[in-house]
Every structure is written in C-alpha cells, then in structure tokens.
C-alpha cells in the first residue's frame, strides 16, 4: 500500500479547498508517512482472534482465556492492542474479550449507520457476543469505551451482566465545544468538498485504511453526500446537556432502573473529571462509586510516561487507559461481588 504524507495530504486538500477544516486532525499526525506506535507490541498476542460478519460488516475481536466472559472495549478510538495487558491479566481468570469498533484505526471494516454512533456500536456488540456465545458478559471501558457500552446496557440489558466505569468523558472540559466534530463533522465539510477521495486523504482515515487496507474501497464506495449525512448527524448527537458525552440522564436513569450491576471508578484529568464520575453515579443509586487509593496518582504517571516514550521514538502517544495495575483487581472485585449476590 503507498504511503500518505502529511506534506501530500495537505497539498490535495489545499487543492480541494479544505485543509483549513483539518488543523486539529493534522496535529495527530507526525511529519512524513501516517505511523502508528508501536509502543503496546510488546503485549502478549492473544489466544484467538477473528473478524465475524455483522450486518454487512466485518467486525474484528481478540479473546483471551475461558470462564465468565469480560468484554473490553477502546478508549478513544484506540485499538485492541490498547486493551491487551489487561486482557493478558484476565485471561488468566476470565473470557476476556476485546474488539475494534468500526470506523476506529482497528481491523474492522467501516460503517455508517445508526442515529448516533454508539447505537451502531451497541448493536454491533449485542451481535457479536451472540455469535461468540459469550452473552451475559460483563463490560468494562474507558472514555469512549464508556458511552459505548451504556449504550449498550441500555440498549441490551439482559446481555449484560456487570458495567464497570471508568474514565468517563466530560461535557465540562476545555476541548468539547470542538470534539464532535474533530470525531466526525469535520470530514462532512470534506466529503462534500473533495468526495471521499479527500477524505481517504485525510491522516485519521489513512489509518483507518492502513489497519484494515479492504476499507480504501469501502470508502470509496461510499456515497459522500451519505457519508456527510452520517457525519454530521453522528455529531449533532453529542449535546450540551448530555451529563456525559452521548450519554443523557435519561440514560442513566433508564439503566439503574434495569438494575444492571453498576460499578464506577472516579475520573482522574480535565477530559475524564471527578465531576464527571460523580454526576453519573448521582443518577444511578444502585451503583457503587469508588475512589481507590493511588488510583489516579498512576494513571498521571502512566500518561507522562506514554507521552515521554512517544516523544523519544517519534511516534504518536497512546492515553493508557488499560495500564492501571489497580484495573485487575478492581474489576475482579466487582465481578466476585456480582457473581456471589447472583448466587444468592
């Protein structure tokens, strides 16, 4: 596959009229070919993996270890990789399973439909645990990961048989006036500029490519005034009022009334708040709200170290959601508690 340059993205979007939309997403990328870190390789691959087909869609998972199935999902729009030292832990006790979401630089194919993205994610996940015979399982996410699986929760309660929060995303920090559209509106204004060839273009869609090179014709299959369409009505989805991103009070509200157990972990920076973590679990009676000791002082570690490392190698830094040695124990602990009370 060729290679997609910073210098060679921005001078066809220049030609198209539209690299002034994609300040943000050119930050991503560093100077020369699109590059991916290589950082989480030293993770242990997993014992299986495989692509089933969902709706038309390939979808991409990884699966650790046997017993009571624990589904983990991205933070951002990361990777399985991102997920492995947890998986590796869990598997050694649990059916740990990871997979990559559609439209995130993973192995599964692009898609685009659904009223708000994490619908379409929420769909996805119920189906892909029904062909892996791993329903009821337990869901446990970071950040993006987060709304992905409330979503699910609420969408699909009786596949899930625990929640476990942590690193909710904010609508209170500095950067989500502009997030919506720096995940998906900001390529609308290019597809109906450029066509998708200016989106393919583009550093975040090169990656998505790049993971998965079937996606190149995918995309440019893909009708760009649908594509737009899809975009912007994904972005219109996040609101303000929303006490999490894309995740409501009637959200949550609707999920404690399922009475899915529910176990949060206290938000630890300005993107993932305490405020956050609280607000959530303030309309959810019935879970629990831990604020476990050392929690947050690793992960501010954890994150400079990831920073530290990207910057000496030269490669784009990964947010290391699933590095918290405290995360194993944690989960388990939750998972032993659920699974005793069930019993009763």
């Known amino acids: 596959m060729a290679t997609v340059t910073r210098r060679d993205t921005l001078r066809y979007l ?15 990328a560093q100077e020369g070919t699109v590059r991916f870190s290589s950082r989480l390789a030293r993770w242990q691959t997993p014992r299986a993996n495989g692509r089933v087909l969902i709706d038309g869609v390939n979808v991409y998972y990884e699966e650790q270890g046997q017993g009571i199935p624990i589904v983990l999902c991205p933070g951002g729009r990361q990777t399985v990789e991102a997920t492995r030292p947890l998986a590796a832990e869990l598997g050694r006790k649990y059916r740990a399973l ?3 979401r559609p439209n995130t630089q993973g192995r599964s ?10 619908d379409m994610w929420a769909d996805q996940l119920d189906m892909l645990l029904g062909r892996l015979n791993a329903r009821p399982a337990y869901l446990v996410g970071p950040s993006m990961g987060v709304r992905t699986n409330v979503a699910t929760a609420v969408r699909y309660p009786d596949i899930v048989r625990g929640l476990f929060i942590f690193f909710a995303s904010g609508n209170n920090t500095p950067n989500y006036p502009n997030l919506p559209r720096q995940y998906w509106g900001d390529y609308a204004d290019i597809a109906d500029k450029g066509g998708m060839e200016a989106v393919i273009a583009t550093p975040y869609w090169a990656g998505v490519i790049h993971r998965n090179p079937s996606n190149r014709a995918l995309l440019l299959e893909t009708n760009p005034r649908e594509f737009s369409r899809v975009m912007r009505r994904w972005t219109s ?7 999490a991103l894309n995740i409501t009070d009637a959200d949550l509200r609707r999920h404690s009334a399922n009475r899915v157990p529910t176990s949060i972990i206290v938000g630890c920076d300005n993107a993932h708040s305490r405020e956050t973590s609280e607000r959530m679990a303030g309309l959810m ?9 050392g929690f947050c002082e690793e992960w501010v570690k954890k994150r400079d170290d990831s920073r530290k490392w990207a910057a000496e190698h030269e490669e784009p830094g990964e947010q290391p959601y699933y ?10 602990d939750f998972v032993t508690k659920t699974e005793a009370k069930a019993k009763r």
């Open 14 to 28: 220049v030609g198209v009229g539209v690299a002034s939309t994609l300040r943000a997403d050119m930050s991503w």
């Open 98 to 100: 990871s997979w990559d």
């Open 109 to 118: 194919d692009v898609a685009f439909k659904g009223s708000r993205d994490v």
């Open 237 to 243: 989805a996040h609101k303000p009022s929303d006490v």
């Open 285 to 293: 009676p019935n879970a629990e709200f831990i604020d476990p000791p």
């Open 323 to 332: 590095e918290v040695s405290h995360l194993f124990s944690l989960i388990d």
